[in-house]
C-alpha cells in the first residue's frame, strides 16, 4: 500500500484601509489600518484554504464561501479553512503540512508569528512545526511597498491512502 501526496498553492491580496481590524492567521494584530473585505478579509487564512482546496481539486474559496453571500459579512476567515479541512478529510486526505509567506511593508509581523502559528497549528489539527510563516516586504515597490496592501502566498501538502477510491 502507498501514500498519495498532492500540493496545492494559493493567494491572496487585500487592501489595507482605516476603520477594520488587522488579522492574519486568525490573531488581530493592533495597527491603524486593516484588511478590506466581505469576511474578515484574513489574507492569510484566504491563502491557506485555496492551497488545501486546490490541493485536493475540490474548488477554491470563491465558490464555496462567495463574497455575494450575506453569510460571509465579517465572518472569522478560520471558519473557511476549517471547511476546507473537513472538506478534504471526507475524500479521506490529511493536511501534512502547510507553508506561506505573508508580504507586507509594516507593521512587522515577527512578534506575532508564533501565535499565527499556534492558531493555524489548532484550525487545522496539526502541530506546529507542520505551520511554515515567513513574512517578508516588497522594499517600498509596488501597492504592498506603499502600505496600500497585503499579499500572501500559500502551499498545501496532504495524504491519503493511494488503496481509497480517487474522488
Do not use: C
Request: proline share 6%; aromatic share 6%.
Amino acid at each position: 500500500m502507498s501514500t498519495e501526496f498532492r500540493s496545492g498553492i494559493g493567494f491572496d491580496s487585500h487592501r489595507l484601509e482605516p476603520g477594520r481590524k488587522l488579522i492574519l492567521g486568525g490573531v488581530e494584530i493592533p495597527f491603524e489600518l486593516g484588511l478590506a473585505g466581505h469576511s474578515d478579509a484574513d489574507a492569510l487564512l484566504h491563502a491557506l484554504t485555496d492551497a488545501v482546496l486546490g490541493a485536493a481539486g475540490v474548488g477554491d474559496i470563491g465558490e464555496l464561501f462567495p463574497p455575494s453571500d450575506p453569510q460571509w459579512k465579517d465572518a472569522p476567515s478560520e471558519q473557511f479553512l476549517a471547511q476546507a479541512r473537513e472538506l478534504v478529510e471526507g475524500y479521506g486526505f490529511h493536511v501534512v503540512n502547510v507553508d506561506a509567506v505573508v508580504v507586507i511593508e509594516r507593521p512587522k509581523i515577527l512578534p506575532y508569528r508564533a501565535k499565527i502559528r499556534e492558531n493555524i497549528a489548532r484550525i487545522l489539527r496539526l502541530t506546529v512545526d507542520r505551520i511554515g510563516v515567513k513574512a517578508k516586504t516588497s522594499e517600498g515597490v509596488g501597492p504592498v511597498g506603499r502600505g496600500e496592501s497585503v499579499e500572501v502566498h500559500a502551499t498545501a501538502m496532504i495524504s491519503r491512502d493511494a488503496a481509497r477510491k480517487p474522488m
